[in-house]
């Protein structure tokens, strides 16, 4: 008998009887078994195709319910061994009448064995899926057995240590799973580790035991959590533990720097403390698991990782040294309140597909902005909110490449790709204005109620704006369609009409930049300036496309006026042209941010000043600016225009006197952060010999200036930044600063990277050749800080030649990296070019691939902006 009537083999059959069943499935029956026959129905048989598609997605979350998973992975101390694995696999299925597919994203040959409600079952796995055969399952409970090797991608092996990192669908390139995030599962894991490994895990640990060299760990089930925050890490860490309020709390780490640990330790364990009560209070709900313990990782991908009861952090973003700036410390404030705040917002309440992963982004990074209000009191809320998210949103929502914040998504294998500024940083913006609107009590509200009604469960952005437009009179609705669905932002301009030195007219108007008839209804402040200091701040309401603002009629009429004073406001805002003279005379913090950000935007858009006029100004700025955080945006905007914006001849001849005035500034500012921000911005800018003797000088003796602490990660960055200069050393500098590192994954780091600062482009061009390879690209954090290096403006005559084959290697990157990957490879590797053969080269490249990947063509051009802005505002 023939099957040729059925689909091809890459479809999974119904099965109808059970003699058809052995004849024409890829799984024939196993003789000696008795076939468990389902009930026919009409439901269509999903196609089994690589991926979690989003069909595959809804019929899996109506069948299935009640999983859980019990995991046993035994992990030999060479990081290349296999780890030899089992999985038993509980669930519910309300209609056995058709196949099931487990998503497993690795070779057919790490399938060992499967067994179905106890019955062995021939392995029917392609196209990433391991295929149940309906005939081995029944309605109700079902259980499967699987012996397997462990898939390695995403288990980040090191020489004595490993870790899972599983968002957004890499948990299936570990182990068979249903792999989306609205079917929750309890896991219970135990790891069969070397005898000297430490572990953490989801759930508390039970009981360990030693054997033949070994130790094994039995955690208890974990909370039911979505699979993309399964996880564990096991090495050679150190433990510790501390109960700050009362709540006890484990910590993993690799750090060797005793004055690091003595600092950050203290602060790490209070802020988390601090952060769990302040969202127990805005939310009204205690916190909802069984532990909370974390994980501080070398070179880990992200800032963090919000699993359950075993947080990852990046070890340079929470071990701070005694030189740490001031925003050092308030980032590390939010990272921590952010991982913190997914426990609610993400963990506890969950989105339904990857389409609203933005949610979970907004509120963490929304809370964790009011978190660190609370924790560190002496910083300023208002101006980091600004610094933080302005200037990132800008930089992607200005691009040809813009996304909107809700982004569709049809399969998960493409869910790495949403992830970006717009969601980091355009979405709480967004946020705060929407808490604007509708006041902050209805809004807190409105929050409790959602995370209320669907604890340990799964909602949708659109749930959540059923609860929110309950509780104002504003259509959320029609907010929603712009400031979410839809990318871009809107340009501004004004009409200022006075009599009799009174004002007796002012109106804004807004136009999408893109041309678009659409409109952000929005609020926002405008400060009248007036030459005797004195200050006049306006709300405004820009619910239509031109507004009047009635309080400006018969205010005296100001020197100028600066828009967006409070920074709450989004868009292209316009510069009024007394407004760079008047930089000095603008009363805060935050008006000067806004001031800064204006200026830039329109630098770039081409309505305000020209990149070397910007600069003059941000160069009469600097030795006036006061605020550390306005200091760190506008050195930020100095080296962008000098390196990105200035041709080569120009910047050379400009070099010498910026570097006097920097070192200046830095001798006069008495604030050690500030001191140290203008000693980096002196670093970076540093072309003539002698700001370059200057720093060999400082690095050989390890003598830094008055007033500035540099610790050994300064020092290396100062050997990093000799050596893409060429300096002639008597010694070579890279190999003395390695002998100086003592921590053994620092050391790793420095290695890696030397061939990619050598002196000889044909050893640069060796390392660019063996990032090809997969196995070379393993340290994401480590590559693409060694493409900044090897793409330094100062190497573009040698390095311009990558590009091509970098953005051919673009959609393997995708497929193998991180979710961050893809637009750091791009931007390491575009960020610094200026040149037309450069921007010639990225549009080559998409029109040579027409049905390119949509997310990674958005990716491309919003990592490509800088290069075709260069192009038009670059001139020699």
Known sequence: MTCCLFPSSRYSLLPVLPLLLAACTRAPLIPGTTPVVAATTAAPVVPVVAGVSRELAEERAARVSGLGYALHFTVPPDKAAPIAATETVRFRLADAGRPLQLDFKERTANLRALRVNGRPVPIDHHDEHLVLPASYLKTGPNEVQIDFTAGNQSLNRNDDYLYTLLVPDRTRTVFPVFDQPNLKAAFTLTLTLPDTWEALANGPLQDSSRANGRKTYRFAPSDTISTYLFSFAAGRFSRLGRSPAGRPMQLLHRETDKSKLALSLDPIFQIHADALQFMEAYTGIPYPFQKFDFVVLPDFQYGGMEHVGAIDYKASALFLDEGATQDQKIARSNLISHETAHMWFGDLVTMQWFNDVWMKEV??????????????????????????????????????????????????????????????????????????????????????????????????????????????????????????????????????????????????????????????????????????????????????????????????????????????????????????????????????????????????????????????????????????????????????????????????????????????????????????????????????????????????????????????????????????????????????????????????????????????????????????????????????????????????????????????????????????????????????????????????????????????????????????????????
């Open 363 to 876: 509120f963490a990074n929304f809370m964790a902005d009011k978190i660190t209000q609370v924790a560190l009191p002496e910083s300023n809320y208002d101006l980091k909110f600004v610094i933080d998210h302005y200037p990132a949103a800008y930089g992607v929502d200005r691009t040809t490449g813009a996304n909107p914040i809700r982004q569709n998504l049809d399969n998960l294998s493409d869910a790495g790709s949403l992830y970006g500024g717009i969601i980091y940083h355009k979405a709480p913006i967004m946020m705060r204005q929407l808490e604007r609107l509708m006041g902050e009590e209805p809004f807190r509200d409105g929050l409790r109620a959602y995370l209320k009604q669907y604890a340990h469960g799964n909602a949708t952005w659109p749930d959540l704006i059923k609860i929110l437009d309950a509780r104002t009179p504003a259509d959320l609705q029609a907010w929603n369609k712009v400031w979410v669905n839809q990318p871009g932002r809107p340009v501004f301009k004004y009409d200022l009409q006075t009599s009799a030195g009174k004002i007796t007219r002012l109106t804004l108007s807004q136009q999408a930049e893109d041309g678009s008839d659409r409109l952000w209804p929005q609020l926002f402040e405008v400060m009248l300036v007036y030459p005797n200091g004195r200050t006049r701040e306006l709300t405004v309401n820009q619910n239509a496309r031109e507004v009047a603002v009635p309080a400006a009629v018969g205010e005296p009429a100001p020197a100028f006026i600066l828009f967006n004073s409070t920074g709450l406001g989004y868009g292209v805002f316009p510069v009024d042209k007394p407004l760079p003279a008047g930089l000095a005379t603008l009363p805060t913090p935050v008006a000067r941010a806004a001031a800064y950000i204006n200026l830039y935007e329109n630098m770039l858009n081409g309505r305000a000043l020209a990149p070397a006029e910007l600069l003059a100004v941000v160069r009469r700025q600097l030795p006036r600016e006061t605020e550390e955080l306005n200091l760190k945006l506008l050195t930020s905007q100095l080296t962008d225009v000098y390196w990105k914006l200035l041709p080569p001849a120009r910047r050379a001849a400009l070099a010498p006197a910026l570097e006097t005035e920097l070192w200046q500034a830095l001798a006069k500012t008495p604030a050690p952060n500030s001191k140290k921000l203008l000693f980096k911005a002196y670093q970076s800018v540093a072309l003539s010999r002698a700001a370059q003797t200057r720093l060999y000088r400082i690095w050989g003796t390890q003598q830094a200036p008055a007033g500035v602490k540099l610790t050994e990660d300064d020092y290396t960055s100062l050997a990093l930044a000799l050596a893409v200069r060429d300096y002639p050393a008597p010694a070579p500098i890279l190999a003395r600063q390695l002998t100086r590192i003592t921590n053994p994954d620092r050391r790793k780091r420095m290695e890696f990277m030397l061939p990619a600062l050598s002196p000889d482009p044909a050893t640069r061009d060796a390392f660019f050749a063996s990032l090809a390879e997969e196995k070379n690209r393993e340290k994401e954090a480590w590559v693409t800080a060694a493409l900044g290096y090897l793409h330094h403006p100062l190497r573009a005559a040698t390095s311009e030649k990558y590009l091509p084959q970098s953005l051919a290697l673009l959609e393997e990157i995708q497929q193998t990296g991180d979710i961050f990957f893809p637009y750091s490879w791009l931007q390491a590797t575009l960020g610094s070019y200026q040149t037309p053969t450069a921007a010639r080269t990225v549009r080559d490249f998409l029109t040579a691939h027409p049905s390119y990947n949509p997310q990674l063509h958005a990716k491309l051009l919003q990592a490509a902006d800088d290069v075709f802005r260069a192009e038009k505002l670059v001139r020699e």
